[in-house]
């Protein structure tokens, strides 16, 4: 039996100030897999994340609708949709002196939970990022990394009555964080996959993309370039001739995934 869908589109296009972004981007993302966004940078990978999470506005074909969990769009409203779908941004413009603990009640807007729900939930989720010792720091005098798991840990707690119907977006998670916090995130949404969640996630880093994926997506020249598990998706030659930058592709010496070394 296949995979569920979670979010499926057909025919997207982008054009931001005269260029093209996506050039007719057709996809299904399905529950329980991790799926990897790749590509140089400007490739669009952020934008289509972006897409999916209902945040910008693509064209589509007259006759075509994004669909969540075989849902169109347009039978979901703002607030269902935050229930289920949840993104974490590259970047914050939070700037106000809300403390760690606050922040993360952001995440609890769309839901309905007692306050004795929501503090359970909330400790969990600081908890699960190492985030719990912070939560009476003040988020703008934390570190980059700091603040990428508190916010981390704010988009869990908006999941957090998603039921069987679970999105979480990832926009470069660990482009902050040290190696330890780098796998303990991609941990997390490894896990959440595992247990049916469909997770998406941007990354530059194509060694974290092969451990922690099912699936890698590589964009580029607003297209996917290539579409498949990472042993079919991170060849040397769809590399090169992506990134313009030869390398070498071998197997894990303990693990059945590749690794990408740059030569």
């Not at 990832?170 to 997770?199: C, W, Y």
Request: proline share 3%; with cysteine; hydrophobic share 40%.
């Amino acid at each position: 039996m296949g995979l569920k869908s979670a979010i499926s589109c057909k025919h997207i296009h982008l054009t931001l100030a005269g260029k093209v972004i996506l050039n007719d981007i057709s996809l299904n993302i399905r529950q329980g897999e991790v799926t990897t966004l790749l590509g140089p940078n400007g490739a669009g990978k952020s934008s289509l994340l972006k897409i999916l999470a209902d945040e910008i506005k693509a064209t589509v074909n007259k006759d075509s609708e994004i669909h969540y969990f075989n849902e169109s769009k347009a039978n979901w409203n703002r607030g269902q949709l935050a229930k289920h779908v949840g993104i974490l941004p590259q970047q914050s413009s939070l700037t106000f002196a809300f403390t760690v603990r606050e922040v993360v009640e952001l995440g609890l807007l769309p839901l309905s939970l007692s306050r004795k729900q929501a503090d359970c939930v909330i400790n969990d989720m600081l908890e699960k990022v190492d985030t719990l010792h912070l939560e009476t720091r003040l988020y703008p005098l934390l570190s980059g990394g700091e603040k990428q798991r508190v916010h981390l840990a704010r988009v869990l707690t908006q999941l957090s009555e998603s039921g069987n119907k679970t999105v979480l977006m990832l926009d470069e998670p660990t482009s902050a964080l040290d190696i330890s916090h780098q796998h303990n995130t991609l941990s997390i949404a490894r896990n959440m996959a595992d247990k049916g969640a469909a997770v998406i996630i941007v990354l530059h880093d194509l060694n974290l993309a092969a451990q922690y994926s099912d699936r890698v997506l590589i964009l580029n020249e607003g297209k996917i370039q290539a579409d498949g598990t990472p042993w079919q998706a991170l060849t040397a030659e769809k590399i090169e001739q992506v990134y313009q930058h030869p390398v070498e592709v071998l197997k894990h010496p303990s693990a059945d995934y590749p690794v990408v070394y740059a030569i």
